[in-house]
């Protein structure tokens, strides 16, 4: 830290105008919209096509897709793939999985619901797959393509892009839908996958990929199968690290009954990962997710106000946006560059199904039988395992051992910080 250096606002921005953070944003923005194509945008055209609400609930099960795709991220590592693979393995596969999504899409736009629900299930459960299968390589060229000290400002980037995808896709289809139809809606849409594989051909194939091909043979695909899990598992506090990974974002995944809009938070996020470091600025971000559920509480307790709505609103929008960087961020440093794709679609899987899972089962039975105040309290005291946990990690020293070649490799190293 260059102390007593005297910094402006173009130094906090500088470092988002680069071109790896710059790429981020457009990977982002192509990996939000298929999550809009089979969530809101497909609910609101099965609604106008009259199908009952059972049914519509039921569409829900092609975002089980994602958190499976940890099943064939290893795909994306260890298979090269024929001709168009002298393009690189990370922009090879980002344009065939490019293509791949927008393909799905159009199919999704040529079906009718009315006319054969089941094909319209089956061509959402598609564009799931997909999407997960873009995400995969999406998230590993990211990681790939950010330096260590950038790995703060591409998360804060990567979300940036993320809902201007989803939300701009979502928008999109409505405008359309309802002066063209929707088959031209969804159409027009798949134009969203465009950025991303329009960022690889630009920027090209990583400088730190690693392959993690070492021989060929007979058992180089179960190699590339198992290896990245391993790899993973045998690090020290491995089992540890991935006990954080699930149980870190319940309690706020519980209390997320608002829509959120991080953007300052985000912004925030990237320029106080780079400043603070890696360990400082997660626990930082765990303790205030968990303090703004907390606010709801005293939201609760206090009755209607509105400018105590505005401002609990205000702080968990903050919150969860830094939070949302920091942590995306620690869990980028997490993967080995052998094998980006494979492990970070398993942490990412297991940060998010935990809660979803809580989430869908418990959260409204729990208010219901609670009532406001005390969920919100409950959730805030969920929250606490995870932020003691980090805590005990970083002071063990055991996340700089568990962190990956990511975190080390290229200009700035996430362990080079003074423990908590």
Known sequence: MNIGVERTWVDGVKPYIEKAPLAALALGISSGFPYAMIGA???TRLAQSGIDKKTVTAFSLAFLVYNLKFLWA???????????????????WLLVAGVLVIAAVVNLALVDPQADIARTALAAILVGAAGATFDIVIDAYRIEILEPRQLGVGAGMSQYGWRIGSAGAGALALVIAARGGW?????????????????????GEPERRRDPIERKGASTALDAIWRPFVQFFTRPGAVVILAFILIHKIGDTLANLTFRLYLVGIF???ILYAR???????????????????SFAGLAAAGHSNAGMAGAIGFENFASGFGGVAVVAYFSALCDLRFTAAQYALISAA??????????????????AMGYVNFYLLTTVIALPGVLLFWWMSHTGMIDRSIGSAGTIGEGDVREEEGI
């Open 74 to 92: 290893w795909i994306v590592d260890g298979v090269r793939l024929p001709v168009i693979g002298g393009l690189g393995q990370r922009v090879s």
């Open 183 to 203: 088959h031209l809606a969804y159409l027009a849409c798949a134009c969203f996958a465009l950025p991303a594989m329009l960022a690889a051909l630009v920027v």
């Open 268 to 270: 925030v996020g990237g």
């Open 41 to 43: 945008t497909l609910t």
């Open 351 to 368: 940060a998010s199904i935990l809660g979803r899972i809580v989430t869908g089962t418990t959260a409204g039975a729990l208010i219901e």
């Open 276 to 294: 603070m470091g890696m360990k400082r600025s997660v626990l930082l971000a765990l303790i205030l997710m968990m303090v703004s559920n907390l």
